[in-house]
């Protein structure tokens, strides 16, 4: 088994910036691609971000591209977002998640592990 905890997440002004945190523990070896989806109330799962874990490959939501950019620390087992330039409607739930092998990268069915996920709020 693989388990995430994410952190960093917490209130701030439309504008302003935030860096999340992911770590992976137990069956680290499982890990193919690590990313960061979004869930606000009453909306589906929404794709974020995400990169291949041993290569340099990243993707990203349409919605975020210029302002949010993702990292990982293969050393630590870590992912980061940084979010900058955030916008009311950037607000929601941030989870980790991983996948075990090379499947679609923005689907969220396609993912295999999950964190309990990270509040994030912009304040207008």
């Known amino acids: 088994q693989l388990q995430l905890v994410e952190s960093g997440g917490g209130l701030v002004q439309a504008g302003g910036s935030l860096r999340l945190s992911c770590v992976a523990s137990?069956?680290?070896?499982?890990?193919?691609?690590m990313g960061w989806f979004r869930q606000a109330p009453g909306k589906e799962r929404e794709f974020v971000a995400t990169?291949?874990?041993?290569?340099?490959?990243?993707y990203y939501a349409d919605s975020v591209k210029g302002r949010f950019a993702i990292s990982r620390d293969n050393a630590k087992n870590s992912v980061y977002l940084q979010m900058n330039d955030l916008k009311a409607e950037d607000t929601a739930v941030y989870l980790c998640?991983?996948?075990?092998?090379?499947?679609?990268?923005?689907?969220?069915?396609?993912?295999?592990?999950w964190g309990q996920g990270t509040q994030v709020n912009v304040s207008t």
């Open positions: 998640a991983v996948a075990s092998l090379p499947r679609v990268f923005n689907k969220a069915t396609e993912y295999d592990y």
């Open positions: 137990g069956r680290t070896s499982e890990i193919w691609r």
């Open positions: 990169l291949n874990w041993n290569r340099d490959s990243q």
